[in-house]
Nanobody, 115 residues
Framework: QVQLVESGGGSVQPGGSLRLSCAASGTLYPIYVMAWYRQVVGEERELVAGINFPHGFPHYGEFVKGRFNISRDGNTIALQMNSLKPEDTAVYYC??????????WGQGTQVTVSS
């Protein structure tokens, strides 16, 4: 059983920055992907950014356009979000694709961008 523990999030004004972190613990397959998704009430969950292990190749949702950066340190990923916009307001979820060992979601953390 893998646990995902999220931290970060909160409220910020437009143009501001926030940093999200997600730590995975438990049995991890040698090749896996950790990612951040976000969801607004009434809409589908969408990919924000992901990174694979062990190679560390990142990928981003199209709307990111250079504003966000995903990084990894051990079994922890971080999402640095800059130039935040009101439309970035959502609940952000950490996700683990653990290959044949299954998939997991974090509990979610609220990000609010408002003046």
């Amino acid at each position: 059983q893998v646990q995902l523990v999220e931290s970060g999030g909160g409220s910020v004004q437009p143009g501001g920055s926030l940093r999200l972190s997600c730590a995975a613990s438990g049995t991890l397959y040698p090749i896996y992907v950790m990612a951040w998704y976000r969801q607004v009430v009434g809409e589908e969950r969408e990919l924000v950014a992901g990174i694979n292990f062990p190679h560390g190749f990142p990928h981003y949702g199209e709307f990111v356009k250079g504003r966000f950066n995903i990084s990894r340190d051990g079994n922890t990923i971080a999402l640095q979000m800059n130039s935040l916009k009101p439309e970035d307001t959502a609940v952000y979820y950490c996700h683990l694709d653990n290959g044949p060992l299954g998939k997991s979601w974090g509990q979610g953390t609220q990000v609010t961008v408002s003046s």
